[in-house]
């Protein structure tokens, strides 16, 4: 069973930078891609960044410019930094995976969401 452990999060101000850190843990074999993804409540889960084993890294539109992820994936973490925050940056952040067990080749993996509020 592969669980992501998240980090972080919790109230910040505007302008501030907000530091994510997430964890898999578990029988893993491979790490293909590691990042983070938000919601708001009545809204669809929309992709802040994302991280490839080959380095690729992707943002979300409403991020790019303001947003930076890093990967280590021999310790199997990723940590998200996002700077000039706005209320609208307000919404549960989850940590996501895609990896590889001895079970199964690729395997989709959530954790279970830290909220962020900014807010002054």
């Known amino acids: 069973q592969v669980r992501l452990v998240e980090s972080g999060g919790g109230l910040v101000q505007p302008g501030g930078t907000l530091r994510l850190s997430c964890l898999a843990t578990g029988d893993i074999s491979s790490i293909y891609i590691m990042g983070w993804y938000r919601q708001v409540p009545g809204k669809a889960r929309e992709l802040v960044a994302t991280?490839?084993?080959?380095?690729?890294?992707e943002y979300g539109d409403s991020v790019k410019g303001r947003c930076s992820i890093d990967n280590d994936f021999r310790k199997l973490t990723v940590d998200l930094q996002l700077g000039s925050l706005r209320p609208e940056d307000t919404a549960m952040y989850y940590c996501?995976?895609?990896?590889?067990?001895?079970?199964?080749?690729?395997?989709?993996?959530w954790g279970q969401g830290t909220a962020v509020t900014v807010a002054s």
């Open positions: 996501y995976a895609q990896a590889g067990t001895i079970v199964t080749q690729y395997l989709d993996v």
């Open positions: 991280v490839s084993s080959a380095g690729l890294r």
